[in-house]
């Protein structure tokens, strides 16, 4: 199968307008047959909002490359020690990022969405994690699938993150299959500003040169 993957992230313009940088991290490893995405967004409200994505993305990545069969694995005990791994290895970013910066930080300000995307292309299997909002899609000749939706809390504003210890609530887990003209995205919350129904934020994915000059900072990566 032949692969195509296009990465995309912008800052912002309020942060731009700020001075601060890109809050959002990702990165895309291909290993043997499998492809594996992972994207994190900092919570602005955090004085450490790019090294919790950074962090976050990073442990994934490694949590991708050591079991990478293991990801696909539909028992209860994958996701236990990814969220682990990611909470210590964001424990021990704090720890630095505390004595780099001066000032009291722990893992409780680690704050950062998580989405994974795991794809065996010999297969044809997908498997996705997801902790917060953001969004995950399946693109097809027939149209568009969602298959993760962004979880936000009473407003658009509140969402969940990697690092709470609550976590486990709200990792959604997705297993699925794709036929060989299909595509995926994931993308961040930034992605789809205006957009609150389905059929908008489908539209959105579909119309992805529409993404740009956001408020909020925009992160995607097309697979296809």
């Known amino acids: 199968m032949k692969t195509e993957i296009q990465v995309f992230s912008e800052t912002g313009e309020d942060h731009r307008r700020e001075g601060k940088e890109n809050e959002d991290s990702v990165s895309v490893i291909q290993h043997g047959d499998k492809i594996f995405a992972v994207v994190a967004d900092g919570a602005g409200s955090s004085p450490v909002a790019k090294p919790a994505s950074a962090t976050a993305v990073a442990a994934g990545i490694a949590f991708c490359q050591t079991h990478p069969d293991d990801i696909f694995d539909e028992s209860g005990q994958v996701p236990l020690t990814l969220v682990y ?69 009473a407003t658009k504003q509140i969402t969940y993150f990697v690092n709470s210890p609550n976590v486990h609530s709200h990792l959604r887990i997705k297993h699925g299959s794709f036929s060989e003209n299909d595509s995926f995205f994931i993308g961040t919350d930034g992605c789809f500003e205006h957009c609150y129904r389905t059929d908008e934020k489908i539209k959105r994915v579909n119309e992805l040169d529409k993404i740009t000059d956001c408020k909020d900072d925009a992160t995607y990566c097309i697979i296809q």
Not at 126 to 151: F, K, W
């Open 85 to 153: 791994d990611i909470q210590q290895a964001q424990a021990a970013a704090a720890q630095k990022e505390q004595q780099r910066q001066g000032i009291n930080i722990g893992l409780s300000q680690m704050l950062c969405t998580f989405m994974l995307l795991a794809i065996d292309t010999r297969n044809r299997k997908y498997v996705t994690y997801h902790v917060g909002d953001g969004l995950i899609a399946q693109i097809n000749p027939e149209g568009t699938q969602i298959i993760s939706y962004p979880e936000n809390g």
